[in-house]
């Protein structure tokens, strides 16, 4: 046996009475309210945290996770949630204190155990832990603040290793007989897989992903892999002529690292475990203790004989020295927190140290309670952090939370009314391009679809939408919606107009006798009534028939009334379609009552007679006799040619 387990074995010897438990000295109690708890659906419920905490008036409640039941989570403290599904929901809610391991509480001893080896968290409020000298675990499921024993493993004395391969997959690596133990339940459980060769210690296991997992091993120095979540493993390679692999980590893309002991060496692996290469010796050390990722390429390494630290930041591909912890002779754990904060347990004194710069320097956090080795440290999230000691076997605790959860506490109910369709809107006239805004008032029971036809070829989906129009006009709105016991269907006619029209003038009332018509001013001199337009109708008829009656001798007279006609016809088709000839039409533009009798004022207004067809007509007419008079002339040239 080496001298790392001489030393651990000579003060478990040594310890012959149980240091007694003592009771944490802050404690938080989680509890909450909502308002309303039941209705219907949508129902909108706020909640309002009444959490309390005991003890250490300087640590207080700042965290708060809340599971709604229905899938949904908040951060908030006193968060309000819409239920949109009927149903009966369970609602709990987890406060917390994070200290982010600035501050340790013990939580307690397991059982008779010296040695708290390693604990992995598997999400959840659960917990495992790995114990010797009698390899039990031990199990919570409440963030690590209490834990009961789950079973020992087989005969073996130590579980060195415990990793979670999610789905309640986890396994265990112990020792003296180099077993492999499996659990699918989330620890509540264990069944042997089986022995790794002749190897007696499994002291280390990570899981990559994919149901990809490496094991470390002792005394050979070897590395095992699984590729079924663990359920079979095979022999990759022995790491040089190390004795020890004490640490693996997986840093993604298919990179591993692991730390040995003999000559406390680095290896890398660039394909998930299946071959390593050999990078570097850090510096005189024998044992790399630990090592763990923190992302961005930045790793760190725990050693020993002299409790140093090493960084690396390319992906483990070289290292450098950042310190030695104080005077500690081993850096038996690390853990990354997020946020560039980092914890080391070591041993020699038992204490925590703590870097808020992703491991570049380090500072003293305390020595827990009087024990002499921080053999395992883990990150809950939300700040709570767990670590176990030796030689009394105990579990601190960083970090304090408590849930309350409260079975079947909101319940949602469907309205059973049929829907009724309603909406506003927002201004009801407006400019091309300015924004209107719909607003839903529809009733019933578990609406969940509306429908909008905004009257310009555009719909939304929205229950309240915005829209634009893009040109004049008036615009009718059709609202649609659907609920758990229909559909209704509201159109209001009319209801948008695009622009805003002008106010119209209120006319000047002038109090006239009903049936006396006043004369309000004269026809336009430039226009012509509708009788003078008839006579010139008449006058153009005569010229025409002049025109071709007796016209053998094609005289003078003759060709003459033809360009009167072609004068008038065209004068005629311009008036009828330019609206030249206008008609008085009579208004009654008010009633007002005048010692009981009925007065009436009128107005005339002037109406162009526009008819584009008889027009036409006479403009056809006048290119006819335009045609007859040219011809005429001609002919009368030649007459006096040949005479």
């Not at 760190?300 to 290292?319: E, H, I, K, M, N």
């Not at 336009?524 to 016209?551: E, K, Q, W, Y």
């Not at 008038?568 to 009654?588: A, H, K, R, Y």
Request: aromatic share 12%; glycine share 12%.
């Amino acid at each position: 046996m080496t001298r790392r387990w001489v030393v651990v074995a000579c003060i478990a010897v040594l310890l012959l009475l149980v240091v007694p438990v003592s009771s944490a000295e802050y404690e938080i109690t989680a509890d909450f309210s909502g308002v309303p708890t039941s209705g219907t659906v949508p129902l909108t419920v706020y909640f309002t945290d009444s959490s309390t905490s005991t003890g250490n008036t300087s640590v207080t409640i700042d965290a708060w996770s809340w599971d709604f039941g229905d899938g949904s989570t908040s951060t908030d403290q006193n968060p309000a949630h819409q239920y949109t599904t009927s149903g009966t929901y369970t609602v709990a809610l987890t406060a917390s204190n994070a200290s982010y391991g600035a501050s340790w509480e013990l939580v307690q001893q397991l059982g008779t155990e010296t040695n708290v080896l390693s604990i992995s968290y598997l999400g959840g409020g659960i917990c495992l832990a790995g114990t010797s000298p009698t390899g039990k675990v031990y199990r919570s499921t409440d963030y690590g603040a209490s834990w009961d024993l789950v079973q020992r493993l087989g005969s073996e004395t130590n579980v060195w290793s415990l990793s979670y391969l999610g789905g309640g997959i986890c396994l265990a690596g112990t020792s003296p007989t180099g077993k492999v133990y499996r659990s699918t339940d989330y620890g509540a459980s264990w069944d042997l897989v089986q022995r790794l060769g002749s190897e007696t210690y499994v002291l280390s296991i990570s899981y990559l992903g994919g149901g990809i997992c490496l094991a470390g091993t002792s005394p050979t120095g070897q590395v095992y892999r699984s590729t079924d979540y663990g359920a079979s493993w095979d022999l990759v390679q022995r790491l040089g002529s190390e004795t020890y692999v004490l640490s693996i980590s997986y840093l993604g893309g298919g990179i591993c690292l692991a730390g040995t002991g003999g000559t406390g060496q680095v290896y890398r692996s660039t394909d998930y475990g299946a071959s390593w290469d050999l990078v570097q010796r850090l510096g005189s050390e024998t044992y790399v203790l630990s090592i763990s990722y923190l992302g961005g390429g930045i790793c760190l390494a725990g050693t020993s004989p002299t409790g140093q630290v090493y960084r690396s930041t390319d992906y483990g591909a070289s290292w450098d020295l950042v310190q030695r912890l104080g005077s500690e002779t081993y850096v038996l754990s690390i853990s990354y927190l997020g946020g560039g904060i980092c914890l080391a347990g070591t041993g020699g004194t038992g204490q925590v140290y703590r870097s808020t710069d992703y491991g570049a320097s380090w500072d003293l956090v305390q020595r827990l309670g009087s024990e002499t080795n921080v053999w395992s440290l883990s990150y809950l999230g939300g700040g709570i952090c767990l670590a176990g000691t030796s030689p009394t076997g105990q579990v601190y605790r960083s970090g304090y939370t408590d849930t309350e959860t409260k079975t079947d506490y909101i319940t949602v109910n469907i309205d059973s009314a049929a829907p009724t369709a309603d909406f506003v809107a927002t201004p009801l006239c407006e400019d091309v391009g300015d924004p209107i805004y719909f607003i839903d008032y529809s009733t019933g029971g578990g609406l969940y679809a509306w429908n909008w036809s905004f009257g310009d070829g555009n719909y939304s989906e929205l229950r309240n939408p915005t829209h634009t129009y893009a040109s004049n006009g008036t615009y009718d709105i059709s609202l649609t919606v659907w609920g758990a016991n229909g559909t209704d269907t509201l159109t209001k006619t009319g209801y948008i107009t695009i622009p805003c029209g002008a106010p119209t003038p209120t006319p000047t009332v002038t109090p006239t006798p009903t049936g006396t018509i006043p004369v309000q001013g004269d026809v336009d001199a430039g226009r012509i009534s509708p009788l003078g337009f008839v006579m010139l109708a008449f006058i153009n008829l005569g010229l025409v028939l002049h025109t071709f009656v007796n016209n053998e001798s094609r005289n003078y007279l003759h060709v003459f009334t033809g360009i009167v006609a072609v004068i008038v016809s065209f004068m005629l088709g311009m008036f009828l379609i330019t609206g030249f000839v206008q008609e008085d039409f009579v208004v009654t533009a008010a009633e007002v009552t005048v010692n009981s009798s009925v007065l009436s004022t009128y107005q005339i207004e002037q109406v162009s007679i526009i008819d584009a067809g008889v027009g036409y007509y006479f403009v056809f007419i006048g290119i006819l006799m335009a045609l007859i008079v040219i011809l005429s002339v001609i002919e009368i040239i030649r007459e006096i040619q040949e005479g």
